[in-house]
């Protein structure tokens, strides 16, 4: 492969990403934590575990990156303008 189609393999899908980012933010956005809170609420109102240790499983392992919309749209800005950037350096190869 040439050198301006890995620019274009690179860029091209970054900026689709990074643009998909900025405009639906809420596409995104996994619903990990509040899934992870109702659950436990479940459980602590007499909900029976789904299987072996589950509750010990949600203590122990509670979701950790958790991005927000406004993060999501920093993120993809800069996915965005690496994406271009990436394109406009194989442009001028």
Same mark, same amino acid.
Not at 78 to 86: H, I, N, P, Y
């Given at each position: ?29 996994? +619903?990990? @934590? #509040?899934?992870? %809170? =109702?659950?436990?609420?479940?459980? &602590?109102? *007499? ?5 072996? +240790?589950? @509750? #010990?499983?949600? %203590? =122990?392992?509670?979701?950790?990156? &958790?991005? *927000? ?20 350096? *194989?442009?001028?190869?």
């Amino acid at each position: 492969m040439s050198d301006t189609g890995l620019w274009f393999v690179i860029g091209a899908p970054l900026a689709v990403t990074g643009l998909a980012a900025i405009i639906r933010p809420q596409s995104l956005i996994r +619903e990990s @934590r #509040r899934n992870w %809170e =109702a659950r436990l609420r479940e459980l &602590d109102s *007499g909900a029976p575990e789904a299987f072996f +240790e589950e @509750r #010990r499983e949600l %203590e =122990a392992f509670p979701p950790r990156f &958790d991005p *927000g919309p406004a993060t999501l749209r920093w993120l993809g800005g800069g996915g965005l303008v690496l994406g271009v950037t990436c394109l406009v350096m *194989g442009l001028s190869r």
